[in-house]
């Protein structure tokens, strides 16, 4: 079984800085990409940024710039540095990952339960 677990969200004011973890655990071979994505009330989730085990980052529009994707595969976690951050950014956040349980097994992409991020004065 694997799990993936973010932490990190919260409330901030407009032009507020967050940082958002999510760590992938249990059965673990080997993880292609990961990412970030986020649903809005009334919205549809939607791509915020992916990166891929060799570290090619792909961000939305909206996001290029602000916003910053790392991981630290030694810990299997993904990173999302998120600055500037305006009341638009509201939104869950959910973490996802393209894991590989074991070298016969095929990629499976799981995803995180959310954090809820809310940039409001």
């Known amino acids: 079984q694997v799990q993936l677990v973010e932490s990190g969200g919260g409330l901030v004011q407009p032009g507020g800085s967050l940082r958002l973890s999510c760590a992938a655990s249990g059965s673990i071979f080997s993880i292609n990409y990961m990412g970030w994505y986020r649903q809005a009330p009334g919205k549809e989730r939607e791509l915020v940024a992916t990166i891929t085990s060799g570290r090619n980052t792909i961000y939305a529009d909206s996001v290029e710039g602000q916003f910053t994707i790392s991981r630290d595969n030694a810990k299997n976690t993904v990173y999302l540095q998120m600055n500037s951050l305006k009341p638009e950014d509201t939104a869950v956040y959910y973490c996802?990952?393209?894991?590989?349980?074991?070298?016969?097994?095929?990629?499976?992409?799981?995803w995180g339960q959310g954090t809820q991020v809310t940039v409001s004065s």
């Open positions: 996802n990952a393209d894991i590989q349980a074991s070298y016969y097994s095929d990629y499976v992409e799981y």
